[in-house]
């Protein structure tokens, strides 16, 4: 486990080595160490297996449902609210720990819970299943994490081995196994995992296991047939000037702002609404209702679902309103906070490649880059990491496009005002 190390001007560094690690040891200690190491990378690469054929099996029925719902939304949407109420009544009844979903991972990450129920699996994806072929806005990041996260934290208690770090490299390896597998992009999986836990610092002792487990995971979903998005934004010829660079930064302050208000706007409406409707069945239902109404009378469910058919508008040529953003951002809100199941990086993903296909459109910039940038660096603000999103957009756009990524990036993670859309996420010095 790595040392933070606080220096003047709030700056946080990374101390790789543990005083404990730094003072000589015998030859028993180092061969301990390196034995542990092996475990936890065969274990990764079985978490990776397992976690791998997981998200295939998530990720495909997932595209499906949404496809079906996509081609008649007016059999599915209207029953979104009956929907909701079910969802809430087998959690209620069989599983209330497991609504907690990420919450779990970042305590048992932290040694502060012994285990996370293995029906917490079959819970978070039967209930996103229902949430997009009904229509609900929201996304996948969440489940496939959580599979992967609990099948990190089950093999953990499985090990009978004496390190103190045991949980943390296994179920962190296990969450990037998670979203390497379900987006096919393991080396964004690698740090968004490594960093989330807290704002500034990397788990480096969760490094090698987590590239096992990740690189695994793509490969296998891969293999089964989960397709991996990418666009190739041919645009390596393009002369730029100053314009364009004042432009950039000026977006990755927009893109920061917005992400990091979704990030804050988040829990105060999950806190609004139970505070309002304080009968869970009532809040779930009547909320579900609402978004049905209001998904069918705005361009009948457009707003609905994961949000690949925006990103697939912003990258193809299709119409991207001006509004697009806001609304796929306002139903994600309520949805979520409502008490439904997903996750929320794709349809962060969506609001950003539709505010950058704007922000592009209106400054006479290219509409590609600039809804790339968008898809990244929302994200990353969001959910307040900095590396994960550079890197998920080389693995999705090229590599050969890193320094926008790292610019638009960094600077929407200056501006996101320090909000996470993980609430346990261990906040940076201000």
Request: positive net charge.
């Amino acid at each position: 486990m790595s040392k933070k190390i606080k220096p003047k001007n709030n700056i946080i560094l990374l101390d790789f080595k543990t005083t404990e690690e730094k003072e000589p040891h015998d030859i028993k200690f180092h061969i301990r160490q390196f034995a542990d190491m092996v475990i936890f990378c065969v274990s990764a690469f079985l978490i990776g297996l397992v976690t791998g054929a997981a998200d295939a099996l998530f990720g495909i029925v997932l595209l499906d449902l949404t496809g079906i719902r996509q081609s008649s939304p007016i059999y599915f949407i209207p029953f979104l609210a009956p929907a909701g109420i079910l969802i809430y009544f087998i959690y209620d009844r069989f599983g209330k720990e497991t609504q907690n979903g990420m919450s779990l991972l970042f305590e048992r990450a932290r040694n502060n819970r012994t285990e996370i129920k293995l029906r917490l699996i079959p819970f978070v994806t039967l209930s996103t299943w229902m949430t997009h072929l009904f229509g609900g806005s929201a996304g996948r990041e969440g489940v496939a994490v959580q599979i992967g996260g609990t099948i990190g934290s089950f093999t953990a208690k499985g090990l009978k081995i004496k390190n103190k770090n045991t949980a943390k490299i296994l179920t962190i390896s296990g969450m990037a196994a998670g979203f390497g597998g379900l987006f096919r992009t393991p080396l964004a999986a690698v740090f968004f995992a490594s960093e989330v836990m807290t704002v500034g610092t990397l788990e480096v002792s969760a490094l090698l296991p987590s590239i096992i487990a990740a690189y695994t995971a793509s490969t296998v979903s891969g293999l089964l047939g989960l397709e991996k998005f990418s666009v190739d934004l041919n645009l390596l010829d393009t002369d730029y000037d100053i314009k364009f660079y004042v432009l950039l930064c000026i977006s990755g302050i927009l893109f920061g702002i917005v992400g990091g208000l979704f990030a804050y706007v988040l829990p105060k409406c999950k806190k609004l609404l139970s505070a309002l409707l304080k009968n869970p069945y009532l809040k779930i239902g009547l909320t579900g209702a609402l978004i049905s109404i209001a998904s069918l009378l705005l361009y009948s469910g457009r707003y609905s679902g994961l949000g690949t058919n925006l990103i697939t508008e912003a990258f193809g040529g299709g119409e991207i309103y001006a509004w697009d953003f806001v609304l796929k951002f306002i139903f994600t809100i309520v949805t979520l906070s409502a008490g439904f199941q997903g996750g929320e990086v794709t349809p962060l993903f969506s609001i950003g490649a539709s505010l950058g296909a704007v922000l592009a459109a209106a400054s006479g910039m290219p509409i590609l880059l600039f809804a790339a940038l968008g898809y990244a660096a929302v994200f990353g603000a969001a959910a307040n990491t900095l590396i994960a999103p550079i890197l998920i957009g080389a693995e999705v756009f090229g590599y050969e496009y890193i320094p926008f990524f790292f610019v638009v990036c960094s600077i929407a993670y200056v501006c996101n005002g320090n909000n996470s859309i993980y609430s346990l996420q261990l906040k940076k010095q201000s």
